[in-house]
């Protein structure tokens, strides 16, 4: 007998990605939504598809994610972000492997990532490996306020199939997006007490380590291979990683 499958997704005002990552998962045996106050359709579009839905406010990334996962009641999860696609491929991958025994108990999927409308190869963004696969109670998201990864300890295997991701449709979706997340890193460097008022620390974490990123992402791992969009997605990544040190320093200002 197959072993059965939830996808546990969180949500926020997603009316506009949902129904194309539904429409991947209909084979599910069990959709399970957390939504933290939507204000558009994304309940209503979710509901239609029979999906579970949790209302929760909203509680950081990892516990939101947790606790979809908590909600699941199936033999294995899918984590899935509402603006990611499974694959016809991956969804056969899948089923087959759930007809038969898993050797294992998580599985990573290739996740390839679409930017500005242009399928990202270079610079880190592919296969860009991420472990969403498990079975329910073997793995859970490390409780951070963005950045979150699965916890798990234990052989792996990584699936053919891809999830695709329809990152960021716009420049100002991905600039209001990257200054979201900066809030919620500096919030999470202040927390783990990893700020400085010393000049060099500051100097070295707004100037020196974004330049230093851009350079690895850009040039080294040749995210330039991927044109204008691959310089705008670098240039801007780097961005972050200097306004989020700027808000944990300008946090902690006395």
């Known amino acids: ?16 990605n949902l129904p194309r990552t539904l429409e991947s998962i209909r084979w599910a045996n069990e959709i399970v939504i957390v939504d933290s106050g939507s204000t558009d359709r994304t309940v209503e579009l979710a509901s239609a598809f029979g999906a579970k839905i949790i209302r929760e406010e909203w509680r950081g990334f990892g516990k939101q994610k947790n606790l979809a996962i908590e909600h699941c009641t199936n ?35 290739p996740r390839r990532n679409l930017f500005l409308g242009r399928w990202i190869r270079y610079g880190g963004y592919w296969p860009d490996p991420k472990l969403r696969i498990f079975r329910k109670g073997a793995a859970w998201f490390e409780e951070r306020a963005v950045h979150e990864t699965v916890q798990y300890s234990g052989p792996t295997r990584t699936l053919d199939g891809e999830l695709i991701h329809y990152a960021y449709p716009s420049l100002d979706n991905y600039i209001e997006h990257m200054n979201r997340y900066s809030t919620l890193g500096a919030e999470q460097v202040v927390a783990q007490n990893k700020t400085s008022r010393g000049l060099t620390a500051f100097v070295g974490n707004v100037l020196l380590n974004p330049a230093a990123t851009f350079f690895y992402n850009y040039v080294l791992r040749l995210g330039f291979l991927d044109g204008r969009e691959g310089l705008l997605l670098h240039l801007y990544h780097s961005g972050y990683v200097s306004w989020k040190y700027a808000k944990a320093w300008k946090s902690t200002k006395s």
């Not at 007998?1 to 506009?16: D, L, P, Q, Y």
């Open 75 to 109: 033999d294995w999860v899918l984590s899935l972000d509402a603006d990611e696609v499974v694959s016809e491929k991956l969804a056969q991958e899948i089923t087959q492997l759930l007809e038969g025994t898993p050797d294992v108990d998580a599985y990573f999927v």
């Open 1 to 16: 007998m197959g072993k059965t499958f939830s996808v546990a997704i969180i949500t926020r005002n997603e009316e506009a």
